[in-house]
Every structure is written in structure tokens, then in C-alpha cells.
């Protein structure tokens, strides 16, 4: 009888295999090798490893640090909208100039909004805008390969915490991400020698009295 009853339990327990987590177990198994696609995280513990043990992650945030010191990172849009106006664009300009400076150098443009409308709308107005800079920075001459995936944060990371319409969180930010890698100096690791490119020169270079100021001034007006 012991038997019996546990066989009959084997059975029912197969049966209630044909649905539920059943279903999805019998799919994982007869699911064709390499369906499942890696999406990148597997790879970005050995891919920071080797950033630093190379020495390529404390360069990139040294030459991110010196981009955000010599040129505004900053732009910002009117309100519900991902149009670049004069001073969006001159800064851009500057941006542009900068990153022609340096071919061995990758960048990202992240894209915000203020925290008005809904999450996931706000994600998509950030993305557009983001995919504005970017295209903005290709008519400058400026290699489409050269600037990563752009990326939106959306309304998650304010400058300004209100639920109002605020210009300063209305913004695409440009980073140095990293170098690319198959570029000379890359290869020889002289990231030192990318880095500090032109220090020299600029600081033989002939003084001027005067001079005009730089374009790309922050406009806090409203949307």
C-alpha cells in the first residue's frame, strides 16, 4: 500500500508539472542553447577589472574631470520639448571643439527632465533629448561611434527637487566614458600623454590683454 501511494504521488505531481512553474520549466529546457542573450552584465566586472588594473579608469576620470573644468557640460531645453536653442547649441559648439581635441576619447550624453508629467513619459523626453545633443555633436564633425549609447535618467535626478517646471533639471550632461580602444595611443596604454595633451603648449603660449568672453552662459529663465 506504501507503494502504491507513493507512486500514485509521483504521478499527480507530474501532472501538476504540465502548468505553472512546470510549463516554464519544461520551456527552459528544451529552449535552443544560446536563446538567452547576454545583455552586458556579465561582462562589466571583468571589463572594470581590467580598467583598472590597466590604469584606464583613474585616467578617464582624471580627463572627465578636466573637460567638466574646461568646458560647460551643461545644456538645457524649454519646457516639454528637446528644441536647442542659441545657447544650447553654443555650448554644444564648445563641446564639439573640445572632443575634436582628443580622438582617442569616447563620451556619453545623459538626458533629465524636471520632475512634471509621468515617470515613463519623462524617460522618453529625456532619451530625445539626449539623441538631439548627440546629433547636434555628429554635425559638428564628431564621429557618431565615438559617443556611447545615450541615456536617459529622466526626472531621477533633479538639481533642483520641485514639482514645478524648473529649466536647470531640463538638461543633457556630457561625460567622458572611456577610450577607444583601438586607437594607437590607446593600444601603447599613453593615457598620461592623452590626458594632459596641450598643457605645454598652453602654458608657453603668448598672452592677450582683453579678449572677448565665452559664449554658452546658463539661461535659469522658465520653460
Not at 65 to 84: Q, Y
Not at 115 to 144: H, M
Amino acid at each position: 500500500m506504501k507503494t502504491t501511494a507513493v507512486l500514485t504521488a509521483a504521478v499527480l505531481a507530474l501532472t501538476g508539472c504540465t502548468g505553472g512553474t512546470g510549463a516554464q520549466w519544461r520551456d527552459f529546457n528544451t529552449r535552443e542553447a544560446g536563446s538567452e542573450i547576454d545583455t552586458g552584465y556579465f561582462g562589466n566586472a571583468t571589463m572594470n577589472n581590467n580598467h583598472v588594473q590597466t590604469g584606464q579608469g583613474s585616467f578617464t576620470i582624471n580627463l572627465n574631470r578636466r573637460f567638466s573644468a574646461e568646458v560647460n557640460t551643461t545644456v538645457t531645453f524649454p519646457f516639454n520639448s528637446t528644441v536647442l536653442d542659441a545657447t544650447a547649441r553654443a555650448t554644444l559648439q564648445q563641446q564639439a571643439s573640445w572632443i575634436r581635441q582628443f580622438p582617442e576619447v569616447r563620451f556619453k550624453v545623459f538626458g533629465h527632465t524636471d520632475l512634471v508629467g509621468s515617470t515613463s513619459y519623462n524617460r522618453s523626453l529625456g532619451l530625445r533629448r539626449a539623441e538631439a545633443a548627440v546629433l547636434y555633436l555628429t554635425s559638428q564633425g564628431i564621429d557618431r561611434s565615438r559617443l556611447e549609447a545615450v541615456v536617459s535618467f529622466g526626472e531621477t535626478q533633479p538639481l533642483i527637487v520641485t514639482e514645478g517646471q524648473e529649466r536647470r533639471n531640463r538638461r543633457t550632461v556630457t561625460e567622458v566614458s572611456g577610450f577607444v580602444q583601438s586607437h594607437p595611443t590607446v593600444m601603447d596604454g599613453q593615457y598620461g600623454a592623452i590626458i594632459f595633451r596641450e598643457y605645454v603648449t598652453s602654458a608657453t603660449a603668448p598672452t592677450t590683454v582683453g579678449g572677448g568672453g565665452g559664449g554658452g552662459d546658463f539661461n535659469p529663465g522658465g520653460g
